[in-house]
C-alpha cells in the first residue's frame, strides 16, 4: 500500500518487539501512546531500553511481533517502506557514511533528488561549503565517518528546530 501524504498522526498500540532468538525478553513490550500531528515527543532512557528499536519499528526498517504501529490510522506493517520512508526525515545522533560519492549519500532515502535538490539539502546541513571544498565536490568518494565543527553543528541544530516546527517530531536523548 502506498502511504498518503502523512499528516504526522502516529500511534502505538500494544506494540511488542524482541530481536530473534529473544522471544522471552522483549525490547518493547506492550507499548501504547499517541502522538498528534506537530507536537514534539522525547524519548528519554538508558542505554539499551530501546529507544533505537522504537525508531525503526516507527521507520519500518522492524515490526512488531506483536501490536501494531500506525502513521495516519494505516499500519506501517502494510505500507510500502519506500512511499512511508520518502516522507519521514531521521536525523541519528551518530551518523554514518555509506560507501559511495556525497551525493548518492544524500540521495540515499530520496534517490530521485536531482543536483539542485541535493545542494538544497546540503546547504540546510550546513555542509555545501565543506563538500565545495572536496576534490570532486559532491562526487568526492566516502567512506569513512566524519564530524562537524562546533559552528556548524551549532547552526546545523539551529536549522533542525527551524525544519520541526509545524511537524511531528521525535527527540532521542
Known amino acids: 500500500m502506498i502511504l ?59 515490526h512488531p ?21 520518502s516522507q519521514l526525515g531521521v536525523v541519528p545522533q551518530n551518523y554514518f557514511l555509506f560507501s559511495g560519492t556525497i551525493a548518492e549519500n544524500i540521495q540515499l532515502y530520496r534517490p530521485n533528488y536531482i543536483l539542485e535538490e541535493v545542494v538544497a539539502a546540503a546547504k540546510l546541513a550546513e555542509v555545501h561549503a565543506f563538500i565545495q571544498e572536496m576534490p570532486l565536490g559532491y562526487q568526492t568518494k566516502v567512506s569513512e565517518r566524519g564530524a562537524l565543527d562546533t559552528e556548524s553543528e551549532r547552526r546545523f541544530q539551529h536549522n533542525l528546530e527551524r525544519l520541526s516546527r509545524d511537524r511531528t517530531t521525535f527527540t532521542m536523548t
Open 65 to 85: 511481533t506483536k501490536g501494531r504501529i500506525l502513521i495516519n490510522s494505516h499500519d506501517v506493517s502494510h505500507v510500502s517502506p519506500q512511499s512511508m520512508r
Open 4 to 62: 498518503p501524504t502523512i499528516a504526522g498522526e502516529v500511534c502505538f498500540d500494544r506494540a511488542r518487539f524482541a530481536y530473534d532468538g529473544l522471544e522471552d525478553n522483549p525490547t518493547l513490550s506492550g507499548l501504547s501512546f499517541e502522538v498528534r500531528p506537530n507536537q514534539c515527543v522525547a524519548i528519554v532512557g538508558r542505554s539499551g531500553s530501546g529507544k533505537s528499536t522504537l525508531v525503526k519499528l516507527l521507520q519500518g526498517l522492524y
